[in-house]
């Protein structure tokens, strides 16, 4: 994003710029991101909160885990 170090006057301002941004991402580029923020959101819900290092390897054994506990 090309909105470091800059200023705004305002609230309204810093809304568009940042629209303007996002609008210049691509889908499948936002869809993936989400998808990471998400399973590392299951991957700390799991671990109750406990501080470790996000791996994927560590994310697929915890969605196994976090699956087989809902079951």
């Given amino acids: ?3 470091k ?3 705004f006057a ?3 301002e ?3 710029a940042v629209t303007d941004e996002l609008k210049k991402v691509q ?16 991957a700390c819900i799991y671990a109750n909160g406990a501080y470790f290092e996000f791996k ?3 994310v697929s ?4 885990r ?3 506990n809902q079951s």
Avoid: G, P
């Fill in 1 to 3: 994003m090309e909105l």
């Fill in 5 to 7: 170090e800059l200023h």
């Fill in 10 to 12: 305002d609230f309204a």
């Fill in 14 to 16: 810093i809304q568009d």
């Fill in 27 to 42: 889908k499948d580029e936002f869809s993936v991101a989400f998808q990471k923020l998400f399973d590392h959101a299951k």
């Fill in 56 to 58: 994927k390897v560590c």
């Fill in 61 to 64: 054994l915890t969605y196994l």
């Fill in 66 to 68: 976090f699956k087989k």
